[in-house]
């Protein structure tokens, strides 16, 4: 995501003064209801009611993550490339192509 677009977000809530309601039990729960928004377009089926709606759904979660690394200074950027050095250690392509067999069931 572009700073820009990052510090539109913290404005946002900052010109709002609406910062004061950002607990990071709030911002949690905010972001599991906005993911369930997601979910919602799925139900009973494979693909969403509207890619409008899944886009707006999806600008809210995106939102909610800003908000919540934003309040515990992590960088997004540092946080997903550390989290796919993980996920890379657990998934080596070798052992894992084709296949959606949970990490610690490889062999
Ligand atoms: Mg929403």
Request: proline share 3%; hydrophobic share 30%.
């Amino acid at each position: 995501m572009k700073q820009t677009t990052i510090e539109r977000i913290i404005n946002f809530s900052k010109n709002r003064d609406w910062d004061k309601f950002h607990t990071g039990a709030n911002l949690a729960k905010g972001l599991a209801i906005e993911a369930s928004e997601v979910l919602e377009l799925f139900l009973w089926q494979d693909e969403p009611t509207s890619v409008d709606d899944l886009a707006d759904e999806l600008g809210d979660c995106l939102i909610y993550l800003t908000y919540l690394c934003d309040k515990y200074k992590l960088d997004p950027d540092t946080i997903v490339n550390n989290k796919l050095d993980k996920n890379e250690r657990k998934y080596p392509i070798d052992k894992c192509y084709g296949k959606s067999t949970k990490y610690n069931k490889l062999s």
